[in-house]
């Protein structure tokens, strides 16, 4: 399985960012697929989540009425859009694919990551 994430960058805070992320190598609608971020120096943290089937999401408190998770099983893309960003939301962003058919915040609960791509938001 591999995931390639794109669309990171440098925003000015109040901005908005899209990202991708392209899945291949397993049946991509059977898995839950999620989004997480760490910043310098901290732990990794869940962003957001969604289940195989795109009818549910899950979101941390700090981005939730900010950021919309999404897929398209038709092209195997996860996506994260992200409005109304600030400079705490620096950090890499990785996807993630999941271990089942549910969304989960637990790192734990994923088995493929991606490499990341960095988004800094400037103040």
């Known amino acids: 399985v591999q995931l390639q994430a794109s669309g990171g960058g440098l925003v000015q805070a109040g901005g908005s960012l899209r990202l991708s992320c392209a899945a291949s190598?397993?049946?991509?609608?059977?898995?839950?697929m999620s989004w997480f971020r760490q910043a310098p120096g901290k732990e990794r943290e869940f962003v957001a989540g969604i289940r195989g089937s795109g009818g549910v999401t899950l979101y941390a408190g700090s981005v939730k009425g900010r950021f919309t998770i999404s897929r398209d099983n038709a092209k195997n893309m996860v996506y994260l859009e992200m409005n109304s960003l600030n400079p705490e939301d620096t950090a890499v962003y990785h996807c993630?694919?999941?271990?089942?058919?549910?969304?989960?915040?637990?790192?734990?609960?994923?088995?493929?990551w991606g490499q990341g791509t960095l988004v800094t938001v400037s103040s």
């Open positions: 190598g397993r049946t991509f609608s059977n898995y839950a």
């Open positions: 993630a694919s999941g271990r089942t058919y549910s969304e989960s915040r637990s790192p734990l609960d994923y088995s493929y």
